[in-house]
């Protein structure tokens, strides 16, 4: 795994959080459509310890999870990051956004990364207010999902809703600005199918091979190590 102390230069720095249980196709999409789109000055790909939503599901050991990361994301300009794997007890955002802002420059941007779904979620997770006081969001849509599409009517009402009311839609920027909170920004990638972790698990404990799912060196690492069967 690749880490990095050195300071970021001045731009935007993205964070590009998960399980990744197992990594798929969708994921590595994603980053390449975020390197294209945004253009950031680094990306930390940040594999998640003990996902406070996901206890009590078969997530592998982290070393799986981190060497099937450095097999999908091999030749990509990213950074995998082990910032949530160090920390002990639960993995919260809030708490390693914290930890990397120490390791990048004090004027450079940070956004997080999350799937529509998972946005329409924010609300509940741990301190959400004080992780918009330091980093942007980056919102992915999601096809063929509730709320894939992203509508900027819907994303607005659920600001407005649940997060925070002095949130209005930027038509220039093309983003959710606020006086003193960091901006949204809604992102459609190049259509990708609604892939998630768990139809590769469920398709290979049923016993086949997601050959159209997976990187072939992750699938290749699966199978020699017999994972989630």
């Not at 720095?13 to 980053?31: C, D, Q, R, W």
């Amino acid at each position: 795994m690749e880490e990095t102390k050195e300071q970021s230069r001045t731009g935007q720095v993205v964070i590009f959080g998960g399980t990744f249980n197992p990594v798929h196709l969708a994921h590595a999409h994603v980053v390449k459509e975020i390197l294209r789109l945004i253009v950031p000055d680094r990306l930390y790909v940040v594999p998640a310890a003990v996902p406070p939503h996901k206890q009590g599901r078969n997530i592998v050991s982290a070393e799986h999870r981190v060497a099937m990361l450095e097999r999908a994301m091999g030749g990509l300009p990213v950074v995998l990051s082990d910032v949530e794997l160090k920390r002990e007890g639960k993995s919260f955002t809030v708490d390693t956004l914290r930890a990397l802002r120490k390791e990048v420059a004090g004027d450079a941007e940070l956004y997080l990364t999350m799937g529509v779904d998972a946005f329409f979620d924010f609300h509940t997770w741990r301190d959400e207010k004080l992780i918009l006081s330091m980093a942007g969001i980056i919102v992915v849509n999601r096809p063929g999902t509730p709320h894939g599409d992203l509508p900027v009517e819907e994303l607005q009402g659920y600001l407005t809703d649940h997060i925070d009311s002095g949130y209005s839609w930027d038509p220039e920027r093309k983003r959710f600005v606020h006086p003193s909170l960091c901006g949204i920004v809604p992102l459609s990638v190049t259509p990708v199918s609604p892939l998630s972790s768990t139809d590769v698990r469920t398709c290979i404990e049923q016993g086949d091979r997601p050959t159209d799912l997976l990187h072939p060196e992750v699938l290749r690492y699966i199978e020699d190590k017999g994972l989630y069967r």
